[in-house]
């Protein structure tokens, strides 16, 4: 009997420190994260209240105030906050939940444009991701009308080279993926898949697994000034939150699902490779010296897309969440100011500048959409 009690109390103490060796372990590897998710909720909501209160909701439909709305949507969804709900939907109708506008189809084009003849561009298609959204909030056939009239037209065409640059993927796939949920039509897969297969074909390089912003930038043109090949942080960030954003929608056992699982675990692990000790990622990703600096809204993105994966079970806990950790330490202790704006964001461009400045008042509605969305990942990784 009292042999057996010995062997009971030495398991019972090899037990208790083996459980202490990992909780120490544990502690180690989230020291850089928040103690609880009512932390991270607090700054969404400082953050999301600061620009709300700087800007009117009464801007275009554009890519790069969609883009914002993206980031609020999903505050919202977490927090459940009413007002950010009505700040999208009056951002919507004063849109009248419409992109760019045209109602000639024969006139609606898709290359590079601002005005209301672009509709098949995805710079006015982003919107759509929110109206959607919204619609699924508060069901309304209004809301997503125009979405489905744009897309159905847009795929009744024989062209399959509309997603021409790296951001594309973000600003338009992720609308087809949403209406594919919603609608069960086969035919938003097959062509999203055709898009997808366009842009990989053009700016896919498949020895990084990451992209070139478009086809002025593909190796060995516009290299760095070091001479290496030159794929732009906020250009793949774009494309690393968009394949987050269409897995949620798609089945796993699709065939376009599991090719974007591959892509995105391909693309995390040359994330991680390329990451600053600081925890950001700089303007060109394979040479920190052509434009040095941290810049937050390709780092954002990352980090959306790292917890997304962690907490979906596509990317090791072990081995990404230091990663992703570091990333956030950079966004909470650098990118965010004393007052909640968010500053180190690159201006709108299509590349990284050598000389360019980016700063702590460096801000943009985009920048502080992707801050918003790495904030939700997060606390649902904490939850």
Partial sequence: MKTFQLTKSLFLIFVFSLSFICLSSCKAKNSLLPDSKNEVIAIIHRVNQHWQAQQPYTVSAFWDNAAYHTGNIEAYL???KEAYKEYSENWAQHNEW???????????????GENDLYVLFGDWQTCFQ??????????????IARAKEVMYYQMSTENNDYWWWADGLYMAMPVMSK?????????????????????????????????????????????????????WSRGNGWVFAAYAKVMQD????????????????????????????EGYWTRSLLDPEHAPGPETSGTAF??????????????????????AAKAWSYLRKT?????????????????????????????????????????????????
């Fill in 130 to 143: 929110t109206y959607i959204e919204l619609y699924n909030i508060d069901p309304k056939e209004h809301k």
């Fill in 179 to 231: 209406l594919y949920k919603l609608t069960k039509d086969e035919l938003f897969v097959e062509k999203m898949q055709a898009y997808y297969q366009f842009a990989e074909e053009l700016m896919y390089d498949q020895e990084y697994a990451l992209f070139f912003r478009d086809a002025k930038y593909v190796y060995p043109k516009e290299p760095t000034l070091n001479g290496k090949k030159n794929f």
């Fill in 302 to 323: 990352f980090a959306y897309g790292l917890f997304w994966g962690i907490n979906n079970g596509l990317l090791n806990e072990e081995e990404y969440l230091p990663t």
């Fill in 335 to 383: 990118a965010l100011q004393e007052d909640y704006s968010i500053g180190y964001v690159q201006p709108i461009g299509e590349r990284a500048i050598p000389g360019q400045t980016v700063n702590a008042s460096s801000t943009a509605n985009f920048g502080v959409g992707a801050f918003l969305l790495a904030a939700c990942e997060l606390a649902r990784y904490l939850d």
């Fill in 98 to 112: 419409m992109g760019a506008k045209s109602v000639e189809k024969s006139r609606w084009r898709y290359h590079y």
């Fill in 250 to 277: 798609l089945p796993e056992d699709k065939a376009f699902r599991k090719l974007i699982e591959q892509r995105f675990v391909a693309m995390a692990a040359s994330l991680k490779a390329c990451q600053q000790e």
């Fill in 78 to 80: 977490l927090t459940g």
